[in-house]
Each structure stands twice: as structure tokens, then as C-alpha cells.
């Protein structure tokens, strides 16, 4: 499991800056995954919206 600076008291200063990096990094990453989700969500929409224009 991960460690929760909050409930382990016993981390040092390198090990909570480490954590809050790898938690910084994890949550940019989502944010990519969920912007891509979206403009592939709008996209989709687009197109469907414009075949149904066409015929």
C-alpha cells in the first residue's frame, strides 16, 4: 500500500517530499487521461452530429 504522510508520522523530509512527487506526477497524468477522454468524448459527438447533418 502507499504511505500516507498524514497516518505515518515516522517519515522523514526527503520521504514526504519524494511522496508528494510521485502523488504530483500520478494526478498530472490523470489529468492528462481525463482531458484526452473528453476531447475524444466532444470529437465523437462532432462527428456523429455531422453524419446525421449530411444525410
Known amino acids: 500500500m502507499m504511505n500516507d504522510p498524514k497516518q505515518n508520522t515516522h517519515l ?3 520521504e ?3 511522496y508528494r ?4 506526477s500520478r494526478n498530472k497524468v490523470l489529468g492528462i487521461v ?3 477522454l473528453a ?3 466532444f ?3 462532432i462527428v456523429k452530429i455531422a453524419a446525421q ?3
Request: proline share 0%; charged share 20%; aromatic share 4%.
Open 12 to 14: 522523514g523530509k526527503e
Open 16 to 18: 514526504t517530499t519524494l
Open 21 to 24: 512527487a510521485r502523488q504530483r
Open 34 to 36: 481525463l482531458g484526452s
Open 39 to 41: 476531447v475524444l468524448f
Open 43 to 45: 470529437a465523437i459527438s
Open 53 to 55: 447533418v449530411n444525410h
